[in-house]
Nanobody
Framework: QVQLVESGGGLVQAGGSLRVSCAVS????????MGWFRQAPGKEREFVAA????????YYADSVKGRFTISRDNAKNTVYLQMNSLKPEDTAVYYC???????????????????WGQGTQVTVSS
């Protein structure tokens, strides 16, 4: 069974930066396409970014493109989301997710990810 644990969330002022991490255990990280999603109060969970198993391919939601960067360190079994130029509308709980090893394509649909972390709160003040 795969376990995902997010960390690094917090409170930051608009325009600031924050990096959240996702530590993966139970299976080798390189087996999984990984994604970040977020959910703001009263809103549905939305796709933020995804990265291929090798790390060579990434994909971003339009709302974060150019500001956020997803990366992975398979040797450390950790996935990162570097968030720059943060805006109040980025405030949400951020979730790390993994696709099953048999699924090798990046996808933006939350239904395509089988494993989820508990989330970490990111709050951006104006």
């Amino acid at each position: 069974q795969v376990q995902l644990v997010e960390s690094g969330g917090g409170l930051v002022q608009a325009g600031g930066s924050l990096r959240v991490s996702c530590a993966v255990s139970g299976r080798t990280l390189s087996s999984h396409v990984m994604g970040w999603f977020r959910q703001a109060p009263g809103k549905e969970r939305e796709f933020v970014a995804a990265i291929s198993r090798s790390g060579l391919s990434t994909y971003y939601a339009d709302s974060v493109k150019g500001r956020f960067t997803i990366s992975r360190d398979n040797a450390k079994n950790t996935v990162y989301l570097q968030m720059n130029s943060l805006k109040p509308e980025d405030t949400a709980v951020y979730y790390c997710a993994a696709r099953p090893p048999s699924r090798t394509m990046i996808t933006t649909s939350a239904h395509e990810y089988d494993y989820w972390g508990q989330g970490t709160q990111v709050t951006v003040s104006s």
